[in-house]
Nanobody
């Protein structure tokens, strides 16, 4: 079983910053990708930023230059530094990990989500 624990969400004024964290634990043999997604009310879940094991980092166009994803491989932890936040960034942010479990099954796990609200 794989657990993803997210933290760091909250209420922030436009132009402010937040840092999200996601720690993955459990029966992970290999994580081939870890990423952040978000879902605003009435909208579909969308990619925010995603690492792959090949070294690629992808960002949504709407967050490029404002959000930065980083990772601690030893701890299976990823971070999302969000700067210059806008009201349209308001959403529930979810962490995702893909890869292979210790029992060599396909891994595609999601965290419980953390609310980010950008409002004055």
């Amino acid at each position: 079983q794989v657990q993803l624990v997210e933290s760091g969400g909250g209420l922030v004024q436009p132009g402010g910053s937040l840092r999200l964290s996601c720690a993955a634990s459990g029966s992970i043999f290999r994580a081939t990708a870890m990423g952040w997604y978000r879902q605003a009310p009435g909208k579909q879940r969308e990619l925010v930023a995603r690492f792959t094991s090949g070294g690629t980092t992808n960002y949504a166009d709407s967050v490029k230059g404002r959000f930065t994803m980083s990772r601690d491989n030893a701890e299976n932890t990823v971070y999302l530094q969000m700067n210059s936040l806008k009201p349209e960034d308001t959403a529930v942010y979810y962490c995702n990990v893909q890869g292979v479990t210790m029992s060599f099954n396909v891994l595609d796990a999601w965290g419980q989500g953390t609310q980010v609200t950008v409002s004055s």
